[in-house]
Structures are given as structure tokens and as C-alpha cells.
């Protein structure tokens, strides 16, 4: 019942309060990145629930450049800052009222990796994408993250959705966010 009705109701009710209260730091950095790094809003095909293709937004966080193809090249303190902080994922807040992801669930990642997924791997588009989830705030004590512990989280967090479980994932998430321990490399799994 959670799942498939309460779960849509509390995306939607705290994804309006948080866009009303957080309106005037989204135009701050909305006009921040506009001004230092380009085009303020980042757009990328993702799959979402059942393998749906949706665009993820995010602000902006690298620099635009067809001469610099490494990443270094491209990075600065504005999108650090922000890709550190997790204030880059804001603009996903439009994707939880498009009914594209939820707050809680497996975080959506590129397109390349559906025909790399075993038939166990995809069993976590059986329910919405999540801004956050069980696997990002459950980083190995190394620092990494591994591409099978994390796909063995999300496929349990899909196992056992509910609302106690959601409550559990976004407080971990506040608690990581607050104390700045988003320190975590991410994975990449080989295509």
C-alpha cells in the first residue's frame, strides 16, 4: 500500500515544501553557474522504472569544452562545491513531480549499463530512481563503492520498501550531508 499510493504522497507533499523554501538558493545557483560555468541546467537521458527513459536534471557542475576531455580540466570550486555538498542534485526535485524518480530509491544511472545488467542487476528498475538511496548511504569504510555491493542494495531496498525504511535512507542522507562526509568516489562499472 506504501509503495504504490502513500509513497507518491509524501514525494509530492515534501517535494513542493522543499521547493518553496528552497526557491531562492536554487536561483542563487541557478544564476551562479549561468555566470561561471555555462548553461545552468544539465540534462542526461536516464532509465528510470521498468527501463523507462527520462531526462535527469542537475545544475551544471563542469566546465563545456570540446578541446578538454578530461574531467580535470573541466572541474571548478563552484561545481565542487556543489557536487560535494549534493546542492547539484536540487533540480532532480522536478523529476519527483514529473513522477520520473522518488526521494527514495535506486539512484538512476547511465543508459550503457542496460545491456551490461544481468537479469538479478535489473531488478532494480522494479521500482522508481531515488535522489538518494540504501547504497549511497552505505559507502564501504574504504571510501569506494563497489558496483555488487551497491546493485545488492538497491535490489534489497527494492525487496523491502517502506515507509520506515525511506525515513531511515533520507535521515542517513541529512545526517551525511550536514557532517559533509559525501567523500565517496564513484563506481564505473566497465562497458
Known amino acids: 500500500m506504501y509503495q504504490s499510493f502513500f509513497k507518491r504522497i509524501f514525494d509530492i507533499i515534501l517535494c513542493i515544501f522543499l521547493i ?79 513522477n520520473e524518480m522518488s526521494f527514495v530509491g535506486p539512484r538512476p544511472l547511465l543508459i550503457e549499463y542496460l545491456e551490461k545488467y544481468s537479469d538479478y542487476e535489473k531488478k532494480r528498475h522494479l521500482v522508481k530512481p531515488g535522489i538518494t538511496g540504501l547504497a549511497q548511504v552505505k559507502p564501504n569504510s574504504s571510501g569506494g563503492k563497489s558496483w555488487a555491493k551497491s546493485i545488492r542494495f538497491d535490489i534489497f531496498y527494492v525487496n523491502h520498501v517502506s515507509f520506515l525504511f525511506d525515513m531511515y535512507i533520507l535521515y542517513k542522507t541529512a545526517k551525511i550531508l550536514i557532517l559533509g562526509k559525501k567523500q565517496f568516489q564513484d563506481f564505473k562499472k566497465s562497458l
Do not use: A, C
Request: positive net charge; aromatic residues 16%.
Open 20 to 98: 518553496v523554501i528552497l526557491s531562492p538558493l536554487m536561483v542563487i545557483i541557478f544564476f551562479l553557474v549561468s555566470y561561471y560555468i555555462g548553461t545552468p541546467i544539465f540534462y542526461q537521458k536516464r532509465p528510470g522504472l521498468n527501463n523507462k527513459i527520462f531526462e535527469i536534471y542537475k545544475f551544471k557542475t563542469l566546465y563545456d569544452s570540446s578541446e578538454q576531455h578530461i574531467e580535470s580540466l573541466r572541474q571548478n570550486k563552484i561545481g565542487d562545491f556543489l557536487r560535494k555538498t549534493g546542492l547539484d542534485e536540487l533540480p532532480q526535485l522536478f523529476n519527483i513531480l514529473k
